[in-house]
Every structure is written in structure tokens, then in C-alpha cells.
């Protein structure tokens, strides 16, 4: 419909790229940062909770600078399944959920990363 926004294609993926990894970046530098308070909150083992962490932390920025994106897409994916899990079927959280904790925000997260997978993240990557 409107085919004069192809050219823009490219600064759309970084965008993407640059929202989806600044998320992931926020989540794990905050699960690096107090561990013990957040492995309790979300019921994990401190170790597991440090290596998501890292694997957000180090995730992020390889999708934001376009290093190994699919990737780096696909393991942030698998994290975002294993918080689906959890919310839906161990706390039974609904889609919204209470006070806007519901399981929409991975939704969105994996709606996103399978975009930035299909697309390779767009063509202007570091690493392929």
C-alpha cells in the first residue's frame, strides 16, 4: 500500500534491534545486580537467575550491534519461553495479569526476536 516506506526497512529493523536488546540488557544487568533478592522474587536458584543474567545481558548487546543475531535471538527466545512457563502454568498468571504482570510482555519480547530471526536483523548486522 504503501511501497515509498521499503526504503525505510533497514532503520526499522535496527530500531527493533536496539528496543528488544535494551530490554534484555535492563533485565539482566538488574538480575546481575541483586541476585539473592531476585531469585527469590521469581523462585529460581541463584545460580540459574546469575547465568540469565549474563545470557540477557551478553544477548542483548549481540542483538543490538547485530553479532550472531539469529542467535542471539534464538537463546533470548528460549529464556522468554521458560518466563511464559513459569507465568502461565506455576503462578497462573492470565494474559494481562494482576497490576500488568500477565505473560503479554514475553508475548511481545518473542513477537519481536522472531522478527529479528526471520529477518536476520535487517542488513545492517556485524556478524552474520
Do not use: C, H
Not at 521499503?6 to 527493533?16: G, P
Not at 534491534?17 to 529460581?44: C, H, Q, W
Amino acid at each position: 500500500m504503501f511501497p515509498w516506506l521499503d526504503s525505510y526497512t533497514a532503520y526499522a529493523l535496527v530500531f527493533l534491534r536496539l528496543m528488544a536488546g535494551l530490554v534484555f540488557i535492563d533485565s539482566g544487568y538488574n538480575d546481575l545486580k541483586s541476585p539473592g533478592a531476585r531469585s527469590t522474587s521469581l523462585e529460581l536458584p541463584k545460580g540459574l537467575l546469575v547465568f540469565l543474567g549474563v545470557a540477557e545481558l551478553l544477548g542483548g548487546i549481540a542483538v543490538i550491534i547485530g553479532f550472531l543475531t539469529q542467535l542471539a535471538s534464538i537463546g533470548l527466545m528460549l529464556i522468554m519461553l521458560g518466563a511464559l512457563q513459569k507465568k502461565i502454568f506455576v503462578w497462573k498468571t492470565g494474559f494481562w495479569g494482576k497490576d500488568g504482570r500477565g505473560w503479554s510482555y514475553e508475548l511481545t519480547l518473542i513477537s519481536m526476536l522472531l522478527v529479528i530471526l526471520a529477518t536476520d536483523g535487517g542488513s545492517w548486522v556485524l556478524l552474520r
